[in-house]
């Protein structure tokens, strides 16, 4: 059994991960691979793993239950990438505690380009709606791809948007592939991987989502990506664990703005306040990494967006205080991306909120 096989089928076994197989290495002085060969009488002397983990290794190590493991990835049309194989992504590689073992369902050729991760909110409002499709599809739209948790909430909207644009969108699983969480999101699954994208997972077959398997995905999301956008997040947001691994791994940190007296934006708004760059437009990400925009590229995306800001501005000019249904209604544009724009026109100083969803000219 080569080395592949062996941190194939060590990471099956309950209770293994990253910490246990450094320690089998340690211990086998860099051949893993022998453990399938020792006596069992050997196997138990293994100092600091506990007697349950050398009793599964006892029971499960030989090929038949490694070809039952095989056989069900190639069933449902998954891959499995070792430490040790070419394959694995290097900016995975590149962490303090990579996954021995992840697993990839469409294209993992693109998971080493260029990317942007985007996270937030599972409750996300219109605003952190709109900005999510909004920079999601434009940064999609000149060669940049999006990864995000396939959560509900921004991680939905970053990846719709993504798949609105020309480039591909990673989406990493806090359970197994194929125990996707949430079930809403299967659809989502299948039109990321139709369209050439990649979703990921560090988990075993059969795997449900737990609690503690979220923060563990979000150091792939930061690993893989090279800088991490907050788009909404509350300042306990799930998300901001994220941050920190972003942090930890020298990540670029960015954060869109939101309404002061917004609870959902109050994280990102810490986070700005504590560092991170503060978003508004795509470039200001693209600044940070010296990328110039080909003004042929996005013409329509940038075209539309002043459009929309203008629409607005000029029906708030002309009738002065309206509530958001007018100015939906007036213009045309459905009420959750009025509220998007509305958002973005305050934080430019264009509008202001009166309360009560109603806006006005900020004069």
């Given amino acids: 059994m080569n080395r592949d096989d ?44 506990s007697s349950k983990i050398k009793e599964s290794i006892v029971q499960y190590r030989g090929l038949s239950y490694l070809d039952e493991i095989k056989g069900k990835l190639k069933e449902k049309d998954i891959k499995y990438i070792t430490l040790n ?22 294209n993992e050729s693109i998971i080493d380009d260029f990317s942007i991760a985007m ?6 409002s219109g605003y952190g709606t709109w900005c999510a499709k909004k920079i999601s599809e434009e940064l999609s739209n000149i060669g940049i791809n999006i990864v995000s ?3 509900l909430g921004i991680d939905y909207y970053s990846h719709v948007g993504a798949l609105k644009g020309k480039s591909n969108t990673i989406g990493v699983l806090g359970s197994s592939i194929d125990k996707p969480y949430p079930k809403e999101n299967i659809k989502l699954i299948d039109e990321i991987v139709r369209s050439g994208g990649a ?7 059969g795997l449900g989502a737990k609690p503690a398997y979220f923060p563990m995905r979000n150091r ?69 990494y010296n990328i110039e ?12 967006l002043e459009n929309d800001e203008c629409t607005v501005t000029n029906i708030l000019k002309k009738y002065g205080s309206l ?14 991306d009025i509220l998007g724009i509305l958002n973005i026109l305050e934080i430019k100083g264009i509008v202001m909120d009166l309360g009560n969803k109603i806006y006005t000219i900020n004069t």
């Fill in 6 to 49: 062996t941190y194939l089928l060590l990471w099956y076994i309950n209770g293994i991960g990253y910490k246990t197989i450094k320690k089998l290495e340690e211990y086998l002085e860099g051949n893993i691979e022998n453990i399938w060969e020792a006596e069992k009488c050997d196997i138990y002397k293994i100092p600091n793993i």
């Fill in 85 to 106: 194989d070419c394959r694995y992504p290097n900016k995975l590689k590149n962490i303090y505690d990579p996954p021995y073992v992840i697993f990839v369902k469409g």
């Fill in 119 to 124: 996270v937030g909110s599972r409750k996300a």
């Fill in 149 to 151: 948790g396939l959560a």
């Fill in 199 to 205: 979703i990921i997972s560090e988990y075993p077959l």
């Fill in 220 to 288: 792939i999301i930061s690993a893989i990506s090279d800088g991490v956008l907050v788009v909404e997040a509350a300042q306990k947001s799930g998300a901001l664990i994220t941050v920190d691994y972003a942090l930890e791994h020298g990540k670029n940190v960015f954060a869109v703005p939101g309404n002061i007296n917004s609870f959902m934006s109050s994280g990102c708004n810490k986070i700005i306040k504590e560092g991170a760059k503060m978003v508004t437009s795509i470039e200001d990400i693209l600044q940070e």
């Fill in 293 to 304: 925009i080909d003004s042929n590229i996005n013409e329509d995306n940038i075209l539309s």
């Fill in 323 to 336: 509530h958001v249904d007018l100015i939906s209604s007036y213009t045309n544009i459905n009420i959750k």
